[in-house]
Structures are given as C-alpha cells and as structure tokens.
C-alpha cells in the first residue's frame, strides 16, 4: 500500500458515493447514465469473485464488499425505485459495442487462461470503457449538473492517481502489470477533456456544465 494507490481508493470511495446520495436525495436519476452503472456493478463482480477464494486483507475485503453493495444499490435507485426519473431515450449508447470486444480480448491477452484469470482481466478492460455512456450522455444532452461532474471529477482522479501508484511500484518493487497499466492510460485519457471543462466551467460556480450540443 502507497500513498497513492490509498488516495485513489478513497477517490473512488468517494466519487460512489457522491453518486448514490446524489440519486437519494434528489429521489432522481436524472442526468445519469444506468448503463454506466450496471457496468461498473458487473466491472466489481467479475473483479472480485476472488472474496470467494482468497483473503488478502481486512481492507481489501472490505472496500470489495463496499464496492458491490453501493454499485448494486446505485443500479437499483435507477431502474427500480426512481426509474420514473430514468432518462432512457438519451442512455441510447450501445454497451454491446464495448461488451463483445472486452471478451474477446480477455480471452485472448491474459495472464493465465483460467476462469478467474480471464474474469479479472475482463474487468480491467471493462473499467476503462465503462465511462463512456455516462460521457456520451452527457453530450448528446448538452449538460451535466454539478454534483454529477463532481462524481466524474473524482472517478477520473481515482484513475490517474492509481497511474502514479503504478510508477511507484515499479520503481520501489520492480511490478509492472501491463494490462492494469494499459487500461488505466486509456481510461484516464477518456476523462482529461472532461477534466478541462470541469476546471473551466464548473470550478468557476456554474450550477451546470453546459457542452456543444452534437451536430
């Protein structure tokens, strides 16, 4: 454990949470992409099967555990208790696009062909593309509300603080997981024009961020 990996755990944390009160206390879903969070409930439980197998640490099985619940209650305030808030016509982005390339190269590049393995690796691919119906929601409405750019803010700081907790343990511990790495860069580059307009836009104390609506 660094200092890095431990802030981009809370950031995470954080960036759930920020969501699920969002949604409970405004009772509405609006503005938020339900396809984004089954993706990010189905990233947690092909990450961790392993609670099943294998214990590392309280912490871990902790913030796993953490993780399942607040994904499945998130994915549930969406489609069961405040769907009438649900804004389906515009979460039109197609996740068959990014499921069916995320199997086949998680068969394909792992590092060992066992169910586990291939589940894991499965998640890590998953996690880097899973952002994008919320972020292709976000354009094709031309708005975000800021609590919903504050839960994107931390989402992507959680990515690129986990970015520097690579660099650290390959200097310190000589570790390099080249899938982790690879996903992680491209899930952090999805976030930096997000991150421009955040800075811009909403630091600034615009209630909304407000983007060019699609031709």
């Not at 871990?60 to 208790?81: C, D, E, H, Q």
């Not at 086949?104 to 994008?132: H, R």
Request: overall charge neutral; hydrophobic content about 50%.
């Amino acid at each position: 454990m660094n200092i890095f990996r431990l802030s981009g755990d809370v950031c995470h944390l954080v960036a759930i949470i920020i969501l699920f009160l969002k949604i409970w206390r405004s009772r509405s879903c609006a503005g938020i992409s339900g396809k984004s969070q089954v993706l990010f409930a189905l990233v947690f439980t092909t990450r961790y099967l392993d609670l099943f197998t294998a214990f590392i640490s309280i912490y871990n099985t902790v913030m796993k555990v953490v993780y399942l619940v607040l994904a499945y209650a998130t994915v549930s305030l969406i489609y069961f208790r405040f769907r009438n808030s649900y804004d389906s016509e515009s979460d039109s982005f197609r996740v068959e696009f990014l499921l069916v390339p995320v199997a086949g190269l998680s068969f394909l590049e792992n590092y060992a062909f066992t169910p586990l393995e291939i589940m894991w690796t499965f998640s890590i691919y998953l996690e880097s593309v899973a952002i994008l119906p919320q972020l292709f929601m976000i354009t094709k409405t031309g708005e975000a509300e800021s609590i919903t750019t504050h839960y994107l803010f931390f989402l992507g700081l959680y990515r690129a603080l986990y970015l520097g907790n690579w660099v650290w343990r390959y200097h310190v511990e000589g570790f390099f997981d080249q899938i982790a790495v690879v996903s992680g860069v491209v899930q952090t580059i999805f976030y930096c024009d997000f991150f421009y307009l955040y800075f811009t836009r909403v630091l600034r104390g615009s209630g909304k961020m407000t983007l060019p609506m699609p031709v």
